[in-house]
């Protein structure tokens, strides 16, 4: 038999593009379109409708960037038409492309009901049947396409902020015109890109392909492509048999979940995620009146409280479905966070927040954990989602790994403490899928567990605003179900397919640790200011909590529950990952800033009137210690005289440098301000590797292929230059809280000022960095090279630590060449270690350095600056504080607690006298994260400890305060069955397993 199987194949693909799809919308008649364009931010629903609309023309441009055009559509449906579906076909001028990335809007009645959204690839809207005239009312978004071409291009564009964009209109308005829908050319058009589509993916072997092949070829014999309308029934009598034959025994099963991926900021500002959110959930509510039997999962239970705040209508269609089950909060959290940097308790809050609207609002239990964005995943994940009662995790995201390809895509994963979670990555590889028959057959042939399990997760719909879940989608899963050569597609909830995939697959793979994505690992760095407000926020959220808390129960103050959670919820909703990661256009981190300065001075607020209350009225002064470790005489968590820190710094001259001495630590800072001996005179050793300088600052070229804010490629390290030369030194002697050196540099166009402080009494060197920082696609780093010998760092994480190779045996080793610590990272062999704490730093890099001739020292850094040219072209332009401190002689605990005090700095009070703790901790392995006052409003005090050093441990918590009961509770402040504590006179024994969190509610007396 001649081969015409090419010739066939074009022949449909021409058929369907130019035919077809044209002909699904027959009759066009012009719609009478008038606009009123708003005048600066989008104004409410009922302003747009009542508005002052003119005439408006198909073919005329609207829409300069980031503005709000509202067109008014009217008509009338000719007679004829009566008793079909009619829709209006509205083209705002976008491709059909790039979907997500450009204008958008939302369609209304002239009664305010919202109708559906308009995306480039859903630009219908239904007339209601039976009308004879129509009048709608469209909200249209003109969002630019920031990175162009749909996210890929990464030019330096002004259009990330309405300051700096300009004022040209990008769309022209392209088609307006009510139509009759052909249904069955509609039907016609499904059929053939589903068999089409299957045919491409089978092998050239398989008997079906050539099936489908003939029978593509006979139904375009039957169709007439001058009257398609007229016989696309006939053309679909002769595909039906195809569609007849069943799915094989081993096809593999997809459990297809509506969604929508809507990062809650990102190339756009925040407000304009609040009108996507809208728009999407609009088209959602839409297809479930017409479709009854898809489900919709939606993240984020701030998206659904902006929805309610903001367009209550579209709310309330949602909340409906919500309660039929179809409409389905998923996620548990508040929204898709990050997880590299988000702090210990902030993670919790995440899940605490999200759960507690979702079951407050709408009697839902969200049981999973949904990040299928965020940029690699905590290894203290685990142990927080499940005492947060989450059974189950999805991401996707792992897919993205530019070396190494991650064996498993359903497995239980194991987090630091051994708490395993049921996981799994859909090896579709997207989370906007289309159900094309190309993206299932993927899914199927990269499914890892083949042989052993049987399912996996499709989430399909258009993100970021392409509108969601569209009937041309249903109408793929209709065919999918049960078709010869294609995995079956069921339409399933996300936990339809988590109770399914588990019980399927009973004995799974571990993998144990984080889930590092191996890309994005410029995102530890970009936007410091806006990384800096975040650490800031969460530890002033911890004192605020500490002393409102301490006051409610020493002086009866009242607790200010409903400021502390809308600055939660505030904190969490700028830890999104694309705004904490610093990923987002100029307009998102400008407002996360300020917001976070907001934030800041409110949280003061509530820390000095808790701590005025709880100080009284006197003339002590004293120092407020909001570590959970005693400090220079006061207790951890208490208020109290400092005891006096050691004896003053010794100053003198050595050559042409500086010796600095604590009688403990001997620096030696040479002429350009370089700290080159760190002498431990106590240990008696230098700390430095010979030629290196502590705090060595270095500039390196920073230029990723692509995804400039996301990446740092490894050639950065190719390209250095170590910034040794100062323009001034200047040595200051110990006026009472150590000796300076502050060394001004410059490089390029920016200024750094570092300060080099040695503290009395302490073996820990200081430093602050000022910057005033111009440099561009340039990373900055501050280096420690120490002579210590370790095969791995460790860094902290929430409620905890990882370790990392610092060798590059593997590839996976080798990949992790840029890593994310929170407050310290520590490097040591037995007896002896090196700890680097930070105030706001999230990058750092460790890596062995040959010495003495192939002796490995290592060296520890820290990344302090990033300057990407995209999607914020003056991202990390300006001023920068950073400070972090070298702590010599470190164990993993002095790690910790060193970490704490650097970001917790104690606060000068005066006042009556010293304030007892609310609580002491006899072993400080057990660390006190948060003192709180429990969520339900009873006035019982909850207090969160973990075991932070990796170990077991047995140790007395004790309160100073009646305590009636104790209860061991969840995240959520549910009881939990007790194990980790005896009660005892004035506390209790508690016992922890290594990385152990333990959350105790205690009932006051
Ligand atoms: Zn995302």
Not at 72 to 92: F, I, N, S, T
Not at 261 to 286: F, G, M, Y
Not at 497 to 507: G, K, M
Not at 736 to 762: F, I, K, N, W
Request: charged share 25%; net charge negative; glycine share 8%.
């Amino acid at each position: 038999m001649h081969d015409q199987r090419e010739v066939t194949e074009a022949r449909l693909a021409r058929a369907l593009t130019q035919r077809i799809a044209p002909a699904v919308h027959s009759g066009a008649l012009p719609v009478e379109v008038a606009a009123w364009h708003a005048p600066g931010e989008p104004v409410p629903v009922a302003d747009g409708l009542g508005a002052d609309y003119a005439p408006f023309a198909v073919g005329t441009p609207w829409g300069p960037p980031w503005s709000t055009t509202w067109f008014r559509l009217r008509g009338q449906v000719p007679a004829p038409w009566a008793g079909r579906p009619v829709e209006v076909v509205l083209d705002l001028g976008t491709r059909a492309r790039d979907v997500g990335f450009q204008a958008e809007g939302l369609v209304y009645t002239a009664a305010g009901e919202p109708v559906k959204a308009i995306n480039p690839l859903s630009t219908w809207i239904p007339v209601p049947a039976g009308a004879t005239t129509f009048e709608f009312f469209v909200e249209a978004a003109s969002n630019p396409d920031v990175l162009g071409g749909g996210g890929a291009a990464f030019e330096p564009s002004p259009l990330g902020d309405v300051l700096t964009a300009p004022r040209d209109p990008l769309y022209v308005l392209a088609r307006a015109e009510v139509c009759v829908r052909e249904t069955e050319v509609a039907e016609l058009l499904a059929d053939l890109e589903v068999l089409g589509g299957l045919m491409q993916e089978l092998p050239l072997e398989d008997a079906r392909r050539w099936e489908l092949l003939r029978g593509v070829d006979s139904a375009l014999d039957a169709l007439d492509p001058h009257d398609v309308a007229g016989t696309a029934a006939r053309a679909r009598a002769v595909l039906a048999p195809l569609f007849a034959a069943p799915a094989r025994a081993s096809a593999h099963r997809v459990s297809a979940v509506g969604h929508a991926h809507i990062d809650s900021a990102w190339l756009w500002p925040l407000r304009e995620t609040v009108r996507k959110v809208a728009r999407t959930t609009a088209n959602v509510t839409q297809l479930m009146d017409v479709h009854p039997s898809f489900s919709y999962a939606m993240s984020s239970a701030q998206q659904f409280a902006w929805l309610a705040e903001h367009r209550p209508e579209v709310h309330e269609k949602v909340r409906a479905r919500i309660a039929e089950g179809r409409f389905v909060p998923v996620g548990s959290t508040w929204v898709e966070s990050d997880t590299n940097m988000v702090g210990s308790e902030a993670m919790v809050r995440q899940f605490v927040e999200g759960k507690e609207f979702f079951a407050r609002e709408y009697g839902v239990d969200t049981q999973e954990a949904w990040l299928p964005d965020s940029f690699g995943y905590s290894a203290a994940l685990p142990q927080i989602m499940k005492l947060a009662g989450v059974r189950w995790f999805l991401t996707q995201k792992i897919s993205w790994n530019a070396d190494n390809r991650f064996p498993h895509h359903t497995f239980d994963w194991e987090g630091i403490d051994g708490t395993r979670i049921f996981t799994h990555f859909p090896p579709v590889d997207t989370y906007n899928s289309e159900l094309s028959a190309k993206e299932l057959a993927h899914a199927a042939r990269n499914f890892a567990e083949k042989g052993r399990a049987h399912w996996s997760l499709v989430p399909f719909g258009w993100g970021d605003g392409g509108g969601g879940p569209t009937r041309e989608m249903l109408q793929r899963a209709d065919r999918l179900a049960d078709l010869d050569g294609s995995p079956r597609v069921s339409l399933h909830s996300p936990r339809e397919f988590f109770t399914t995939a588990e019980a399927d697959y009973p004995d799974r793979p571990v993998w144990s640790g984080e889930l590092y994505l191996e890309l994005h690992r410029g995102t530890y760095t970009s936007q410091a200011r806006t990384k800096q407000g975040n650490r800031r926020d969460e530890h002033l959220l911890r004192e605020a909590e500490l002393w409102a808390t301490t006051a409610a129960v020493r002086t009866g103050a009242p607790y200010p529950a409903a400021r502390l959670q809308e600055l939660w919820r505030t904190v969490l909703l700028h830890q999104f990952h694309d705004i904490l990661p610093g990923s987002s256009i100029a307009w998102v981190h400008r407002e996360a800033e300020q917001t976070h300065e907001r934030v800041r001075h409110e949280l003061e607020d509530l820390i000095r009137a808790a701590l005025d209350a709880v100080t009284g009225d006197g003339t002590t002064d004293m120092v407020v210690n909001s570590t959970p470790h005693d400090r220079g005489g006061v207790p951890a968590l208490g208020v109290g005289v400092p005891e006096s820190t050691g004896a003053p710094v010794q100053v003198s001259t050595d050559g042409d440098g500086t010796v600095l001495d604590n009688g403990i630590l001997r620096l030696r800072v040479d002429a350009g301000g370089n700290v080159v001996s760190v002498r431990d005179l106590v240990e008696d050793r230098e700390v430095l590797l010979p030629g290196t300088s502590a705090g060595l600052l270095q500039l390196h070229r920073d230029t990723p292929n692509r995804w400039d804010a996301w990446d740092v490629d490894a050639h950065y390290r190719h390209v250095v230059r170590d910034l040794t030369e100062a323009e001034s030194v200047v040595v200051n002697p110990d006026s009472g809280d150590g000796a300076t050196v502050v060394v001004v540099r410059r490089v390029g166009a920016s200024t750094l000022t570092q300060v080099v402080r040695l503290p009395r009494g302490e073996s820990r060197i200081g430093f602050t960095l000022q910057a005033d920082w111009h440099e561009r696609e340039a990373l900055l780093k501050a280096s420690f090279g120490v002579d210590v010998h370790a095969d791995r760092s460790a860094a902290e994480i929430q409620f905890g630590h990882v370790f990392r190779a610092t060798h590059e045996n593997t590839s996976w080793d080798a990949s992790r060449f840029e890593v994310c610590a929170h407050r310290w990272i520590h490097v040591g062999e037995p007896g002896y270690g090196v700890a680097v704490t930070n105030s706001a730093t999230y990058g750092h890099d460790v890596t062995r350095s040959a010495v003495d001739g192939g002796r490995p020292g290592t060296t520890v850094r820290l990344s302090l600056l990033r300057a990407p040219l995209s999607p914020d072209p003056e991202a990390d332009q300006g001023h920068h504080v950073l400070a972090y401190s070298m702590v010599v002689g470190a164990q993993i605990a002095d790690a910790v607690r060193e970490g704490y005090r650097e970001n917790l700095g104690g606060r000068d009070v005066r006042g009556a006298g010293p304030v007892e703790p609310l609580l002491r901790v006899e072993d400080p392995a057990v660390v006190v994260e948060a003192v709180k006052l429990a969520q339900d409003g009873s006035g019982d005090v909850v207090v969160r400890l973990y075991e932070s050093l990796g170990g077991r441990v047995r140790s007395r918590v004790d309160w100073g305060f009646p305590v009636a009961s104790v209860t061991e509770v969840d995240l959520l402040e549910r009881p939990l069955e007790q194990g980790a504590t005896t009660v005892r006179a004035g506390g209790v024994s508690v016992a922890l397993r290594p990385f152990q969190i333990l959350s105790l509610r205690l009932a006051r007396g």
